[in-house]
Every structure is written in structure tokens, then in C-alpha cells.
């Protein structure tokens, strides 16, 4: 497909749209095929107060269809549905529709929050965020030492995130519903052996349900729950892999809509993917070896070309660098700045909403918290928030509340 109008591609004779679009953000036009796809940034566009894809058949289409649409949040998180279009006309003789039909899509800009929680007390809260600067601190209650957060993420499909738990005693695994950042409910799923670890949580089938990545730390299996809301629905084998294989991220590396699986080896140091077709293991992609006192802090679309690239922390030197991907092709080293062996990055994410993907840091001697904010690769400045006491972690970075900007 093609973008007709829009700051990406103006084609002056459609400066000004013509009846039936009224002046939509982009026209994109097609090829008459079954289907077909296209894409545009954000942060390249201003999006008025009704955002809306409007879908405008032909003469020749009639029937049933629907619009599909991914919504990327520069990490490795989707937001995706579908809308059902209908251009038949109930009753009547003509052959085909002229009607539109419109699918409202919300869309806001991300304000990330952070979950705590106190490894020494059980508490469990939020820093509600503004951009860089702490908001307040909400609190939801306290738990059992034995209970630790696996992940988050709207697992029913509500709008809001939820938090997935796992008792390290008995082996529970269940979630918390939460409603913005107020618990709403327990849910409980199902109970597994202690060599069982969560190695991550996403759409891994591309069903619109959020799936659960395991490995078995013992034997070396690797699988997924495969989910259906909340609930279990089966089980799917992946393979086995040996005990120095770690997963270190997973993420779309290709651009394929498949999640894929970032592995690092910690006896070799070599680094490399699995590509994967949604939960089939498809092929094996070496990248590259580094020294073992190289650690992966996070992967994200730091310099905005549409690959994940990965954030390195050297844990000897302090030094902070990334590798430049081009898909699952390793590109280029870019230096960044250093660091003392006390932080540990905590998460990525478009803090400040400026476009640019930022680095959330902890700092586990002296408690101290804090954002690198970047301009793309290169370190701007360091933006402190508080000091913590010992035993509070950031365990997930995330849009709780779902503010749109202030």
C-alpha cells in the first residue's frame, strides 16, 4: 500500500482530500488484493482528537471483512484487534457498497509507572509517574515473602495492566486483576514444580492473548502456556537447551509480527536468536561473542530505524553501549557512557514522551533511582528521582493508570 496524504509522503494533488475521506490523517491506498498492510510512526505525525481508520471499499467489493491493526510501543509490546466492516447491503439488489464503516482506535501516549516491591516486608505499590518526575506512591498491600512478580500486562484484555505472581513455596502461579493501580481480584491458574522459571509474557500465537514463556532450569525445556484470557488453555513443547543457554529478552528482532527469543550463552559468550513462528522454534541466528562480564540490560528501537537494538552494561569497566541492529544482523557498537558497578538497569521505555527511548537505573548500594534520558544513542542527561531503602525493587515499568499527557 501506498500513503497518499500525511507528512510521510504528500502527493499534492491530494493536498486537500476529496469526498467521502474527510480530511483523514492518511488515505492508504491499495491494490485490489485480499490484503495488504502499511505502517507510519507516531512521533512523525499530529493526531487529532478522533483517531479513526475509515475503510472505503471499491465498486467491485462486497461482503464481509475485517480491518487488523498494531499498534508498536518501540520495546517489544503490541497493542492489536480487529474490526469487523460489513458492505453488504441487508436487502437489497445492489452488487456492491459505497458505505464506510469506521473503527474507532484509541490511542494515547504512554506515561510509564513503576511497580515496587519490598523483598524484605512484602509491600507491594506504585510510583505513580509524570514524565521523569515522581507523582506519588500508591500502595495495594502487603505479601508473603514467598510470592514473587513474574511480569505484567493486560492478560484480560480490560485496558488495564495486571501483574502475574508466582509462590516460590508451593509453586502457584496466578494473577492479580488489577483496575488502573487498585486490586481487583485474585486469579489463580495452576501449580508447577520449582524448576519451572517465567522467562516472559507476550502474544506469542498472535491471538490477542497475552502467553506465558517457561523454562525448566533443570532439563533445559523450553515451552509456553498458551492462554486464553486468564485462563490456561494447553501447553506447547518448544525444545530443550543446555543449562549455560540463558533467554535474555524476547521481541519481534525481524519484523516478521512473530516474537522472537534473544539467548545468550553464559559459558561461551556467544549471542544469537531464536526466530520463531508463533510458538514454533523456526531457526537458529547467530549474532556475535562477547567477553562474560558483558551483561544485557534491555532491547528497544533506541535510534528510531524500526530495528530492536540491545542496551550492553559491561559489569567490570561500567561501560554502557549498543549493539545496532539491522533486524537480526548485527551492525555496528555505539558507546554510550559509564557507570559504576552499583546500577543495574531497570527498565526502557519512552519516559518523557520525546519520541526517544530512555534507561531506568537502580543503583543497589546506595538506593538511589534515576533515568538516563537519551536522544536516541547518545546520553543526554541524568535526571534523579529518590533514594530507596534495601529491599525495594522495580520489579515492572508500565502504564498502569492509563494517563494520557498532563
Request: glycine letters at 8%.
Given at each position: 500500500m501506498q500513503i497518499l496524504t500525511g507528512?510521510?509522503?504528500?502527493?499534492?494533488?491530494?493536498?486537500s482530500s476529496p469526498d467521502p475521506y474527510e480530511n483523514p490523517n492518511f488515505i492508504f491506498l491499495g491494490d485490489d488484493s485480499t490484503s495488504a498492510q502499511a505502517s507510519f510512526k507516531l512521533s512523525q505525525v499530529v493526531l487529532r482528537q478522533e483517531t479513526r481508520v475509515r475503510f472505503v471499499p471499491n465498486a467491485n467489493y462486497t461482503g464481509s471483512s475485517e480491518i487488523s491493526f498494531r499498534a508498536w510501543d518501540g520495546t517489544n509490546g503490541v497493542t492489536s484487534g480487529t474490526s469487523g466492516v460489513d458492505t453488504s447491503l441487508a436487502g437489497g439488489t445492489t452488487a456492491f457498497s459505497t458505505a464506510t464503516e469506521a473503527a474507532t482506535i484509541a490511542i494515547t501516549s504512554i506515561r510509564p509507572d513503576?511497580?515496587?516491591?519490598n523483598t524484605n516486608t512484602g509491600a507491594t505499590g506504585f510510583w505513580k509517574m509524570n514524565g521523569m518526575s515522581f507523582d506519588s506512591y500508591v500502595n495495594i498491600f502487603n505479601v508473603r515473602p514467598e510470592w514473587k512478580i513474574e511480569g505484567s500486562g493486560d492478560f484480560d484484555r480490560d485496558g488495564d495492566l495486571d501483574i502475574l505472581w508466582r509462590n516460590r513455596a508451593n509453586g502457584e502461579v496466578g494473577f492479580w486483576k488489577m483496575n488502573d493501580m487498585s486490586f481487583e481480584s485474585y486469579v489463580p491458574i495452576l501449580n508447577v514444580s520449582s524448576g519451572w522459571q517465567v522467562e516472559a509474557?507476550?502474544?506469542?500465537?498472535?491471538?490477542?492473548?497475552?502467553?506465558?514463556?517457561?523454562?525448566?532450569?533443570?532439563h533445559g525445556?523450553?515451552?509456553?502456556?498458551?492462554?486464553?484470557?486468564?485462563?490456561?488453555?494447553?501447553?506447547?513443547?518448544?525444545?530443550?537447551?543446555?543449562?549455560d543457554w540463558q533467554i535474555a529478552r524476547t521481541g519481534d528482532f525481524d519484523r516478521?509480527?512473530?516474537?522472537?527469543?534473544?539467548?545468550?550463552?553464559?559459558?561461551?559468550?556467544?549471542?544469537?536468536?531464536w526466530k520463531?513462528?508463533?510458538?514454533?522454534?523456526?531457526?537458529?541466528?547467530?549474532?556475535?561473542?562477547?567477553?562474560?562480564?558483558?551483561?544485557?540490560?534491555?532491547?528497544?528501537?533506541?535510534?528510531?530505524?524500526?530495528?530492536?537494538?540491545?542496551?550492553?552494561n559491561n559489569t567490570i569497566t561500567g561501560e554502557v553501549g549498543f549493539w545496532k541492529m539491522n533486524g537480526m544482523t548485527y551492525s555496528s557498537y555505539v558507546p554510550t557512557s559509564n557507570v559504576d558497578s552499583n546500577w543495574q538497569v531497570k527498565g526502557v521505555a519512552d519516559f518523557n514522551s520525546d519520541g526517544k527511548l530512555d534507561i531506568l537505573w537502580q543503583n543497589g548500594s546506595d538506593g538511589a533511582t534515576g533515568f538516563w534520558?537519551?536522544?536516541?544513542?547518545?546520553?543526554?542527561?541524568?535526571?534523579?528521582?529518590?533514594?530507596?531503602?534495601?529491599?525495594?525493587?522495580?520489579?515492572?515499568v508500565g502504564d498502569f493508570d492509563r494517563l494520557s499527557p498532563k
Open positions: 507528512v510521510l509522503r504528500d502527493y499534492k494533488n491530494w493536498t513503576l511497580l515496587w516491591h509474557t507476550g502474544d506469542f500465537d498472535r491471538d490477542g492473548d497475552l502467553d506465558i514463556l517457561w523454562r525448566n532450569s533443570t525445556e523450553v515451552g509456553f502456556w498458551k492462554m486464553n484470557d486468564m485462563s490456561y488453555q494447553s501447553y506447547s513443547f518448544v525444545s530443550n537447551v543446555s543449562s516478521d509480527d512473530d516474537l522472537d527469543i534473544l539467548w545468550r550463552n553464559s559459558s561461551t559468550g556467544e549471542v544469537g536468536f520463531m513462528n508463533n510458538m514454533s522454534y523456526q531457526s537458529y541466528v547467530h549474532i556475535s561473542t562477547v567477553a562474560p562480564n558483558w551483561n544485557i540490560g534491555g532491547t528497544g528501537d533506541f535510534d528510531g530505524d524500526g530495528s530492536l537494538d540491545i542496551l550492553w534520558k537519551m536522544n536516541h544513542m547518545s546520553f543526554d542527561s541524568y535526571v534523579h528521582i529518590f533514594y530507596v531503602d534495601s529491599g525495594w525493587q522495580i520489579e515492572e
